[in-house]
């Protein structure tokens, strides 16, 4: 009797290790669940940010890859719908940008003017036949930058100035606060040697008119 109880004994700890074995080691785990590697997750699943991942909205991810053709922000899979999370531009969909972490409609500025133009010139040259602005938001360090306002209409009167904003940590890097632009309900236009001034790299660029941001875009410098 003894010796049936002891064989009993031993089967049941066999099962028990065998069953923590595969709980531990074998078994699949589902989304949500720590992982050490994708090997670790059910089929279908990566892990990403040591979590097991779909690559759904609101799933684990490191990289905008992790997702399912769309985006990563704070480690999550957004969809870059408006107001949804975002660092940058790059985290929101087209026609949106990223106003203080969140995708949104972009500003306006047609109450205020008809066109904003960015342009490129010639660095310590003054504008001419010989030096003639090119409208394009990619400029090298050699470069100056141009930006017209045309249709301005007749009520805009007032200041403005613009800021160069480092698209990954929010840091503004340059500002021309010191010396605004003056509005008299006419076209204007103002120069400068901007991208020498904040080197290279790809930036966000916005405009503020009487300290409201009524444009934004990304301007890229090189060599």
Do not use: H
Request: proline share 5%; aromatic share 12%; net charge neutral.
């Amino acid at each position: 009797m003894k010796k049936i109880v002891l064989v009993i004994f031993v089967i049941i700890i066999l099962a028990a290790l065998g069953f923590g074995g595969w709980y531990f080691f074998l078994r699949k785990l589902p989304e949500g669940m720590v992982c050490k590697s994708t090997a670790n997750c059910e089929t279908g699943l990566k892990c990403a940010n040591k979590i097991c991942s779909s690559g759904g909205v609101g799933s684990s991810c490191e990289i905008k890859t992790d997702c399912d053709g769309n985006f990563c922000v704070n480690n999550k899979c957004t969809e870059g719908k408006k107001n949804d999370a975002c660092l940058t531009y790059k985290d929101c969909g087209t026609g949106l940008f990223c106003k203080t972490g969140v995708c949104s409609d972009p500003p306006s500025y047609s109450q205020y003017f008809n066109k904003i133009v960015i342009s490129k010139m010639k660095l310590g040259i003054p504008p001419g036949p010989n030096n003639m602005p090119v409208p394009t938001t990619e400029f090298k360090t050699t470069d100056a930058l141009e930006i017209d306002f045309t249709g301005v209409k007749p009520t805009t009167t007032g200041k403005g100035y613009y800021e160069i904003i480092d698209p990954i940590t929010g840091e503004v890097l340059f500002s021309s606060s010191g010396y605004k632009i003056e509005f008299q309900g006419r076209d204007v236009g103002t120069g400068s040697d901007l991208p020498r001034v904040v080197g290279k790299g790809e930036f966000d660029f916005n405009f503020y008119y009487n300290n409201e941001l009524v444009y934004t875009t990304v301007i890229t410098v090189t060599d």
